[in-house]
């Protein structure tokens, strides 16, 4: 094969890394905006920044694809040009900032352009090729502080002015008070005693999401360490303050969680960042952090190449996921992974009346949306390649049966067109069958705590049946809704009461005596329909009766339509300072 034109595989390089800098700048210009908006009290904006954040990076993909096609002819795919435009691009981006996620921008266009045969390790980033340690920045990811030196609540002040904020803090001696009395609560071993080398590591960047701003960093006392976070709100009177401090792995862990919408944090060095999470959290791999801040294709590039480790170190086979079989999604799992894979079936039986475009649309719609800690995120994926030889047989024919238009075949690969991969959680139909009263009361009570917190951030679930929500982590009992085939907006449901009987016959009729429009929901309905169990229902209505109450949901409603964005705190009210 010929050699190709001197200076050609530079050029390639080149354009791609320019479409990832545009793509960069951008994302950042976006991010950095995020104080103005919080201190603006600015919450539709955010929520509108946020939509878009996510939005562009398709966008600039395609950007990168035009300029590459205007400028260079790309086919037949010559592997020898591309072999060096890779070796090129290795070389652009040792020095760079951001060098993962520079490679999964190229392997994004790439993957664009050509046939799933050339994705190897020769053509694309299937491993990573230049280590994100010790990148140099002019901003370091963290500062130091010595509370030994200059006292804990002096480092603690140091700590909130040192975060930038324009607006002056409600009262932040009373702020730092009770910052104080938390910290030496969690962070000395008795008798209390500061270890000479005692340290507050604090990010250097504000962590924004949603109506907070939250400061991140660790405590270290001797071998003693306690990561926390501190909250601050809006005060509503161009004033700010510390709403709480989350002290420890389980609250952060939380605070970090799938389930919520991406932060806003401006660093130049994401994978700082990252590392410095990871510290606070080690049992959370790099996939949820890239996440977390916003970097959701770094996240799905992480995951990947993790899972194919996974699988050549690994003998399980897929299997269905545990729950009742969806009627929309074919849903399966690696029993050694703690994911579930979702494939759309081909046609959906009655009483389903959506189709293909409609789901692939709410997906969208969620992965657009404030999850508000209810929602699973979701990893999608194209033209996944899986080892025939990984699929129980009886999840295979499932699959050919019912899936076909997604699946194909090539030598010993299952290639799934369009994959859908979301945590795995409990089916909470599955925990409360097998919950004693006191875990069932716990279920039934987040499990409507989670419709609300929905319905305040204008999502209706569409489908209440438990088998639609899950239970995340170990016995914690927090309660996450994952199957989106039916949802809507909240403010697109008509809530209704169902109109007094014209007869006493009439509650007899097989069919109702009122008209029943598409979008028309009779909430006091649901228990009757939800809870076939006494024991079930009787758990549900001693914390949720007024779910059941058509004003409820109007009242929703009429906020959304004002502009009212209730609060929905990712941590305990218990632990949030009085005012």
């Not at 993962?100 to 392997?107: D, I, M, P």
């Not at 699946?407 to 004693?436: C, F, W």
Request: with cysteine; net charge neutral; glycine share 4%.
């Amino acid at each position: 094969m010929d050699r190709p034109v001197k200076g050609l595989p530079l050029q390639i390089a080149s354009t791609v890394l320019n479409g990832f800098n545009r793509h960069f700048t951008i994302f950042s210009k976006i991010t950095k905006g995020a104080k103005e908006r919080f201190e603006n009290a600015d919450w539709h904006a955010e929520r509108a920044a946020s939509r878009e954040r996510i939005a562009f990076y398709d966008k600039r993909v395609k950007d990168a694809i035009a300029d590459l096609q205007k400028m260079f002819n790309l086919e037949p795919f010559d592997s020898r040009l591309w072999f060096d435009v890779k070796r090129e691009y290795v070389q652009l981006i040792s020095d760079h900032l951001q060098p993962e996620l520079a490679e999964s921008f190229y392997n994004s266009v790439f993957c664009a352009l050509f046939h799933r045969d050339y994705f190897g390790n020769d053509y694309i980033f299937v491993r990573s090729a230049v280590s994100t340690e010790f990148i140099d920045s002019d901003k370091p990811s963290y500062h130091v502080y010595y509370p030994a030196r200059r006292g804990i609540r002096s480092s603690i002040k140091q700590v909130l002015l040192d975060s930038g904020f324009n607006l002056p803090f409600e009262n932040i001696d009373r702020d730092v008070r009770y910052i104080t009395r938390s910290l030496i609560r969690h962070t000395f071993p008795h008798p209390r005693r500061v270890h000479l080398n005692f340290q507050f590591q604090v990010i250097s960047a504000v962590f924004y999401r949603n109506k907070a701003a939250y400061i991140v960093g660790r405590a270290m006392n001797s071998n003693k360490v306690v990561p926390f976070a501190i909250p601050i709100l809006h005060g509503g009177e161009d004033t700010i303050y510390c709403d709480a401090i989350i002290i420890g792995r389980q609250g952060l862990a939380r605070l970090f969680e799938f389930s919520y919408v991406y932060f806003m944090v401006d660093h130049p060095v994401p994978s700082s960042i990252v590392t410095f999470l990871r510290r606070l959290i080690p049992t959370r791999n790099k996939e949820s952090f890239y996440s977390a801040i916003g970097f959701h294709k770094q996240g799905k590039t992480v995951f990947f190449r993790e899972f194919l480790h996974h699988l050549k170190h690994s003998e399980d086979e897929l299997v269905f996921a545990p729950g009742i079989k969806g009627m929309v999604m074919a849903v399966f799992t690696l029993p050694s992974y703690p994911y579930v894979f979702k494939v759309i079936r081909d046609r959906f039986p009655p009483p389903k009346k959506t189709t293909r475009q409609e789901v692939l649309d709410t997906y969208r719609l969620v992965k657009m949306h404030d999850r508000v800690g209810r929602m699973s995120d979701i990893l999608e994926y194209s033209h996944v390649a899986l080892p025939r030889n990984r699929f129980s047989a009886d999840l295979l024919e499932e699959l050919y049966d019912t899936c076909a238009n997604s699946i194909s075949e090539e030598g010993d690969q299952i290639v799934i067109k369009h994959l859908y991969i979301e945590r795995r959680m409990t089916p909470l139909n599955i925990a409360v069958a097998e919950a004693d009263d006191e875990y069932l009361d716990k279920l039934m009570k987040g499990y409507g705590q989670a419709i609300k917190d929905l319905a305040a951030a204008n999502i209706f679930p569409g489908d209440l049946l438990l088998k639609n929500f899950g239970v995340t982590g170990q016995g914690q009992g927090r309660i996450v809704f994952y199957d989106y085939d039916e949802i809507c907006y909240l403010t697109e449901c008509n809530f209704r009461e169902i109109p007094a009987a014209r007869y006493p016959e009439d509650e007899f009729a097989a069919e109702p005596w009122y008209s029943i429009a598409a979008n028309d929901i009779f909430p006091e309905q649901f228990a009757t329909f939800l809870f076939a169990d006494q024991r079930v229902r009787k758990a549900f209505l001693k914390y949720h009766r007024d779910l059941l109450d058509a004003d409820f949901w109007i009242q929703k409603q009429r906020n959304i339509e004002d502009g009212i964005y209730e609060d929905v705190f990712p941590y305990p009210q218990k632990i949030r300072f009085k005012r």
